[in-house]
């Protein structure tokens, strides 16, 4: 099976790009903010075309001190969507993309137990660091992320369409790695971290966002092979953070293993964040339109849901047709 896939998704770059039929099942198309941003982008969820909203909340956020947990937040944005009569999304943020954002629980930052509770994201190209993530590897500091899930799923379970496990891509330094870390134990971390939330929410759906893996591209180290069968055998949703139509790397990786099992999960949920926005088609020069990114999105990767980015052109220009906006 990893052999095939790995095939097959490399073969996927070399063919011409190919016409997708469209629509076979259009997605539905949320909103997606930040915590704290859903009262000013009441207009963007009061659009017909939105199905809902999918909020990200730190940890730090919704658990001020330890077993202290505070989600007013969550239930003050839930509110707003319910009385409009659509669906909610939350999705826990426990890794972080600036320099300057460690945004935990202090406890986990000055407790030697919990190791410091995060290390530092290191980019490559160029060389520098570039943010943060909790260490899920670390047994004290993922059974503390485990008690968050099972007190969310306690308030919300049922009552909000589903929760979002960020992304499985991780960038650390690779010549002098984290204390305790390993491929494998990472791995089995962020699994365990999946299945934890599946038994916890038993109404709501979970999803993994599952990208990339450290020490797997292209499956070579059968970490994305493994996850995926694990999804399917545990009814966990899939997805990722990102929808960019045939962009290599994601079809070397998850997009090929999305588009397999598209009908053995219970759902796939994906976002167009901001950066996404930025990506140009090679075929036309320009950066993908809405009707390019759902194409390819319910076509070749069978998207259920869709969470867009508040900066979508089509989202803050009403005027726009859908064909003609980005």
Known sequence: ????????????????????????????????????????????????????????????????????????MVEHDLALVRDRGKAMYIEIGDRFFQPDARYVPKYLLNDPQYGGGLSPQIETKPAKMSGWVTQQWNPNVRHRFQALLRAL???????????????????????????????EKYFDAEVENALVAKRAFRHSAVVQYANFWPCDWANSGGYMSRFFEIAAARHIGVGGPDIVPWQK??????????????DKVPIVAMSIQEPTLE????????????????????????????????????????????????
């Open 1 to 72: 099976m990893n052999r095939i896939l790995g095939l097959a998704g490399a073969l996927a770059l070399l063919l011409p790009t190919p016409a997708l039929a469209w629509p076979p099942t259009k997605p539905r198309d949320f909103v997606y903010l930040g915590q704290g941003d859903l009262d000013e982008n009441l207009p963007i969820l009061d659009r017909p075309d939105i199905a809902g909203a999918e909020v990200i909340y730190v940890w730090a956020s919704l658990e001020p001190q330890k077993d202290r947990y505070d989600f007013s």
């Open 153 to 183: 799923a306690r308030k919300f379970d049922g009552r909000i369409g589903g929760i979002i496990l960020t992304e499985t891509a991780v960038s650390l330094d690779k010549e002098k790695p984290p204390e305790g870390f390993t491929c």
């Open 249 to 262: 790397g994601q079809m070397l990786n998850s997009y090929a293993f999305i588009r397999v099992y598209k």
């Open 279 to 326: 990506y140009v088609n090679a075929e036309t020069g320009k950066p993908y339109t809405r009707d390019e990114f759902e194409r390819f999105a319910s076509v070749y990767l069978g998207v259920d849901d869709i969470f867009w980015s508040r900066e979508s052109p089509w989202l803050r220009d009403k005027g726009r047709e859908k064909g003609d906006s980005r």
